[in-house]
């Protein structure tokens, strides 16, 4: 009796979870539109942090990669383009020591992204304002300080890589 009420139980959360549509995120939805191969634009930097381009464009294009549900092709080649601007990078200290000297930092990068079908530049996608923060151990060493800081830059890449990944296939 015990085992005909577990496998009804068992049923029962199956079917209630899977029936209403429930999925893990990052992994349903699709592309707008059924886009299967996209084109990421080098990203616009109206930062005066150098370097950010390349950063960001490359932690986009590792993501989209890794994640193998669209292709990753040229722009001539492909249905829509990922492309936007790095609008905003603040840094602000948020510890300090018994002198006042900061020993931690705070930096948020913000960029604007949308994503577009190739050719008559529909806008399939748009993601404006999105947000990455990331927290450094701020250091009397230049070197190391600016060291932790690209860390950071790197990280909140990454972050922002795989969000955008998710806001698109999800729709957000």
């Not at 899977?18 to 592309?31: N, R, T, V």
């Not at 990203?43 to 669209?70: D, G």
């Not at 190391?144 to 890449?157: C, S």
Request: aromatic content about 8%.
């Amino acid at each position: 009796m015990k085992n005909i009420t577990l496998v009804i139980a068992i049923i029962s959360f199956f079917s209630a979870t899977l029936g209403c549509g429930y999925h893990l995120m990052g992994k349903g939805g699709e592309f707008p539109q059924g886009i299967t191969s996209l084109a990421i634009i080098p990203l616009e930097n109206k930062t005066k942090e150098p370097n950010l381009t390349a950063i960001f464009t490359s932690a986009l294009r590792r993501e989209f990669i890794f994640r193998r549900e669209v292709e990753i092709v040229a722009e001539k080649k492909a249905e829509a383009l990922l492309q936007g601007s790095l609008t905003s990078i603040s840094i602000v200290s948020t510890a300090y020591d018994q002198e006042g000297r900061a020993t931690e930092y705070q930096i948020t990068i913000t960029l604007d992204l949308r994503l577009v079908r190739q050719g008559n530049n529909e806008i399939l996608w748009r993601g404006d304002g999105i947000k990455g923060t990331w927290h450094y151990k701020a250091s009397l060493d230049v070197m190391v300080n600016q060291g932790n800081k690209n860390n950071a830059i790197n990280k909140i890449a990454a972050d922002l890589a795989e969000k955008t990944y998710i806001m698109i296939k999800e729709r957000f």
